[in-house]
């Protein structure tokens, strides 16, 4: 199923801003793969002035002759000619060419994988003929190669771009209207597993639950995205085998440098520059205590960042022999078991998201981290969300748990006596908030405020309490 277009506003904005300047210029797009660049291209293009062309691993003389066919389309005879080179191919192009033309390259590594001529051949032209009005796109998939070919100092490119942009997944609140989805409950049940890679969401789109999608697009080993770690890794990392390893025991629970060095019988600075990569690729993300800086702190964790790449490395990856040789319902009854569980992981990092995209209190909030130390008693605790006020004078402390209305009394309670022990308080003002799968009823919650006057963004004193649903969260993350 082709979905509608969502989002993308500001992307949309500034390439079309490019475009109508009367110089030319560059615009680079890159980011992981299925997140919608080409169809983010689709939509900014208009055919009757852009030619647009997708790299591939054919040999240069091939790829010329479609580029030309493609460029024939606007000028006419322009594929008549055999092009000894690309600095043939490109002098006429840029030669011919209309003020406004558009010159799109999707896949771009791959096209320089079989000419490495180009970039500097890009180079010479929006250097020399920028008064043309050509306008160049280049994007790609392999955010190592593009990065690369456009952000490294040394390279052709380097400094020549008037747009960078890092195409990410699309934000969580926009799959309850990608997939029809009845209610945010769902909505955040099917965020942890596709996440918001835009294709996964046309695949899952197809199937009549999310139970049956896992089964024949995930688990089967023919189903599409089987194998899709895989590909992401082989596209950006160097050692791809190396990196599904750190994956594979961050997935298992190891969470810290030195348990990964541990289990791989390595030294941890040898996995310090892995590491590395995949935060810099937002696969992994790196975290620490609110309050302590993550890159200076001993009590860094490591954690998947990607839904979809959490649940593979979680459920798919400790099974891929069993789902092979076996039926796949064995496995999917096991993961149906230990699916609230990293649904309700998935549903801390929501809360913690959506913090700084609300007011709450009456108070607008800078983002939201956990927290874990030794409390005011000495003894170890962990606070799911702390966020500061934006004028530094409030602290908001939540708990956030995939449960129902009739825990959140019991979780109420657990949570104020953690804050009686929260060592970072100081004179600062204290909000508590409830992150819950769905909403007790009014006067359960000794503070809690009325729904109506926490979205009028009234003033309420410290100490109140309010509790936050699927819906709020996901409405907020949009």
């Given at each position: 199923?082709?979905l509608?277009?969502?989002?993308?506003?500001?992307?949309?904005?500034?390439?079309?801003?490019?475009?109508?300047?009367?110089?030319g210029?560059?615009?680079?797009?890159?980011?992981?793969?299925?997140?919608g660049?080409?169809?983010?291209?689709?939509?900014?293009?208009?055919?009757?002035?852009?030619?647009?062309y997708?790299?591939?691993?054919?040999?240069?003389?091939l790829?010329?002759?479609?580029?030309?066919?493609?460029?024939?389309?606007?000028?006419?005879?322009?594929?008549?000619?055999?092009?000894?080179?690309?600095?043939?191919?490109?002098?006429?192009?840029?030669?011919?060419?209309?003020?406004?033309?558009?010159?799109?390259?999707?896949e771009?590594?791959?096209?320089?994988?079989?000419?490495?001529?180009?970039?500097?051949?890009?180079?010479?032209?929006?250097?020399?003929?920028?008064?043309?009005?050509?306008?160049?796109?280049?994007?790609?998939?392999?955010?190592?190669?593009?990065?690369?070919?456009?952000?490294?100092?040394?390279?052709?490119?380097?400094?020549?771009?008037a747009?960078?942009?890092?195409?990410?997944?699309?934000?969580?609140?926009?799959i309850?209207?990608?997939?029809?989805?009845?209610d945010?409950?769902?909505?955040?049940?099917?965020?942890?597993?596709?996440?918001?890679?835009?294709?996964?969401?046309?695949?899952?789109?197809?199937?009549?639950?999310?139970?049956q999608?896992?089964?024949?697009?995930?688990?089967?080993?023919?189903?599409?995205?089987?194998?899709?770690?895989g590909?992401?890794?082989?596209?950006?990392t160097?050692?791809?085998?190396?990196?599904?390893?750190?994956?594979?025991?961050?997935?298992?629970?190891c969470?810290r440098?030195?348990?990964?060095?541990?289990?791989?019988?390595?030294?941890?600075?040898?996995?310090?520059?892995?590491l590395?990569?995949?935060v810099?690729?937002?696969?992994?993300?790196?975290?620490?205590?609110?309050?302590?800086?993550?890159?200076?702190?001993?009590?860094?964790?490591?954690?998947?960042?990607?839904?979809?790449?959490?649940?593979?490395?979680?459920?798919?990856?400790?099974?891929?022999?069993?789902?092979?040789?076996?039926?796949?319902?064995?496995?999917?009854?096991?993961?149906?078991?230990?699916?609230?569980?990293?649904?309700a992981?998935?549903?801390?990092d929501?809360?913690?998201?959506s913090?700084?995209?609300?007011?709450?209190?009456?108070?607008?909030?800078?983002?939201?981290?956990?927290?874990?130390?030794?409390?005011?008693?000495?003894?170890?605790?962990e606070?799911?969300?702390?966020?500061?006020?934006e004028?530094?004078?409030?602290?908001?402390?939540?708990k956030?748990?995939?449960?129902s209305?009739?825990?959140?009394?019991?979780?109420l309670?657990?949570?104020?006596?953690?804050?009686?022990?929260?060592?970072?308080?100081?004179?600062?003002?204290?909000?508590?908030?409830?992150?819950?799968?769905?909403?007790?009823?009014?006067?359960?919650?000794?503070?809690a405020?009325?729904?109506?006057?926490?979205?009028?963004?009234?003033?309420?004193?410290?100490?109140?309490?309010?509790?936050?649903?699927?819906?709020?969260?996901?409405?907020?993350?949009?």
């Amino acid at each position: 199923m082709v979905l509608s277009f969502f989002d993308r506003h500001e992307e949309i904005r500034r390439l079309s801003r490019l475009l109508h300047r009367r110089e030319g210029g560059l615009a680079v797009l890159y980011g992981r793969r299925r997140c919608g660049k080409s169809r983010l291209l689709g939509r900014v293009l208009d055919p009757a002035r852009s030619i647009y062309y997708v790299g591939d691993e054919r040999e240069s003389v091939l790829q010329r002759a479609a580029l030309a066919a493609e460029a024939a389309r606007l000028l006419p005879g322009f594929d008549r000619v055999t092009y000894p080179g690309w600095d043939e191919l490109f002098a006429r192009l840029w030669d011919e060419a209309r003020p406004g033309t558009v010159v799109a390259i999707d896949e771009f590594p791959a096209l320089v994988a079989a000419a490495r001529e180009i970039p500097g051949l890009l180079q010479k032209r929006l250097d020399r003929t920028t008064g043309r009005g050509v306008h160049v796109l280049l994007a790609g998939s392999s955010q190592r190669m593009m990065q690369g070919l456009v952000l490294d100092r040394t390279a052709p490119l380097y400094g020549r771009a008037a747009e960078i942009m890092k195409i990410a997944p699309l934000a969580p609140g926009w799959i309850r209207p990608a997939l029809s989805l009845q209610d945010a409950v769902a909505a955040v049940e099917s965020f942890a597993v596709w996440g918001g890679v835009p294709r996964y969401w046309e695949l899952a789109a197809d199937y009549p639950n999310l139970d049956q999608a896992i089964r024949d697009l995930v688990l089967s080993p023919l189903g599409v995205l089987h194998d899709e770690p895989g590909g992401l890794l082989l596209d950006d990392t160097r050692d791809a085998a190396q990196a599904a390893s750190i994956l594979s025991l961050i997935g298992a629970g190891c969470h810290r440098l030195s348990e990964i060095a541990a289990r791989l019988g390595k030294p941890a600075t040898s996995l310090s520059r892995p590491l590395q990569r995949l935060v810099e690729l937002d696969i992994v993300r790196r975290e620490a205590p609110f309050g302590v800086l993550a890159r200076d702190s001993k009590r860094t964790l490591y954690r998947i960042a990607d839904p979809f790449l959490a649940f593979w490395f979680r459920f798919v990856e400790p099974h891929r022999s069993r789902l092979a040789a076996a039926p796949i319902a064995p496995v999917a009854k096991a993961i149906a078991r230990a699916f609230p569980g990293h649904v309700a992981s998935v549903w801390e990092d929501l809360a913690r998201a959506s913090v700084a995209r609300m007011t709450c209190f009456g108070r607008s909030w800078k983002p939201a981290a956990r927290w874990w130390g030794p409390g005011l008693d000495r003894r170890p605790m962990e606070i799911d969300l702390v966020a500061e006020s934006e004028d530094g004078r409030a602290l908001l402390l939540g708990k956030a748990r995939w449960a129902s209305a009739a825990e959140a009394a019991r979780l109420l309670a657990e949570l104020r006596r953690k804050v009686a022990d929260f060592p970072l308080a100081g004179d600062r003002e204290i909000f508590l908030g409830l992150w819950l799968k769905s909403a007790p009823k009014a006067g359960v919650l000794p503070g809690a405020r009325k729904t109506r006057a926490a979205r009028a963004g009234a003033a309420e004193t410290a100490g109140a309490v309010r509790v936050f649903t699927p819906e709020q969260v996901m409405r907020a993350l949009r």
